[in-house]
């Protein structure tokens, strides 16, 4: 079992080929089309005799439609970091029957990676791929140990197509360090021993601290106003005087106190009421100064969690005198 797709089993029955008969709703399964796309592309060197009348771009077509509009699907989410587990090319794992996704399960777990198979119903598919943008991840591998394909996020569910809004009106994310993050951590929480895993893991915690050093962040406040401002046309709003702005804060045990901040609105979601908490823009300098006399801050605390406290600002600042010393040597 492995990311390919499985071009075993190629001579195998050619379906007949029309516009209804692609459809799922027709008898035909998601490893059936998938196999019908096999059979197309193989059809060129004549790998598969008599199947010339396949329409590649119609099977795949109705292979999109088929993953969109099924009733069930799975996910594969890492058990460690509870989101779900980036494979190689940056695909998710995607299975449209309950069986392929324990097969692949139970072989992933004998290579030390424990999966969760995480059900969806249609109503949960589109909400899925809205999160992989949130995420930064941009495929889907549909049936990994099976007959697979690959299938663009973007072709699924287009990306929101914010040109002419004004930046203040654009939802805050960070798709960048939120993969960054994932990746990292994926890797750091894995059992599996390989060549080069520290240096893997190296080269990814420098790409997530670049990205937490271009990321904008969300940190939840409310104002307290004697006699409450509207905002203007672009979503802005002047203070008046004897205003109070007042950051949200977490309490551990021992009575330090921590910054929660975000990368975007659904981790925002997971800990405050956007309805009674505002997000104020921050970026990461931004967070250092507001946590200043505080344990630190805290990024997704209901997410990945990742702690800003002293000992990690160290370590980025560290980390940005080493980098530009080295961009000053090349």
């Known amino acids: ?13 050619v379906h007949s080929v029309s516009a209804m008969s692609m459809k799922a709703s027709e008898g035909l399964t ?14 060129a060197d004549g790998r598969v005799p008599g199947a010339e009348h396949l329409d590649e771009q119609r099977v795949f077509t109705a292979i999109k439609e088929a993953v969109l509009n099924a009733e069930t699907l799975y996910i594969a989410y890492d058990v460690h970091t509870n989101y779900p587990y980036i494979g190689s090319g940056n695909q998710v794992w995607v299975f449209s029957e309950g069986k392929f996704a324990a097969e692949a399960a ?11 198979m995480r059900r969806l119903g249609r109503e949960d598919i589109r909400k899925m791929l809205a999160e992989l943008h949130v995420l930064g991840i941009g495929s889907l591998l549909v049936h ?6 690959v ?9 929101p197509d914010w040109s002419g809004t004004p930046e203040i009106q654009i939802p805050v994310s960070n798709p960048g360090l939120q993969h960054a993050m994932l990746s990292f951590f994926q890797a750091m929480y894995s059992r599996q021993q390989y060549a080069g895993k520290n240096e893997i893991l190296r080269a990814a915690e420098a790409r997530m601290l670049d990205e937490l ?7 939840p406040m409310q104002l307290k106003e004697e006699e409450p401002s509207a905002a203007d046309e672009q979503g802005r709003k002047t203070l008046q005087q004897g205003t109070v702005i007042q950051f949200a804060s977490l309490g551990v045990e021992g009575g330090e106190s921590w910054l929660p901040v975000f990368t975007d609105w659904p981790e925002f979601e997971k800990g405050y009421d956007k309805t009674v908490w505002s997000g104020n823009v921050a970026a990461y300098e931004d967070v250092v100064k507001l946590s200043a006399n505080m344990g630190g801050a805290v990024i997704n605390f209901r997410g990945i969690g990742f ?11 560290e980390y940005v005198r080493e980098r530009d010393a080295g961009k000053g040597r090349s």
């Open 213 to 219: 050093l271009q990321a904008k962040f969300l940190v």
């Open 1 to 13: 079992m492995n990311d390919e797709g499985n071009n075993g089993g190629l001579e195998g029955t």
């Open 30 to 43: 998601i490893q059936d089309l998938i196999r019908m796309l096999q059979s197309a592309r193989s059809s």
């Open 151 to 159: 299938l663009a996020r973007d072709e699924l569910l287009p990306p």
């Open 307 to 317: 702690r800003l406290d002293e000992k990690n600002q160290r370590m980025v600042a």
């Open 144 to 149: 990994n140990g099976q007959h697979t394909v």
């Open 106 to 116: 139970d072989y992933y777990l004998q290579q030390l990676i424990q999966l969760e």
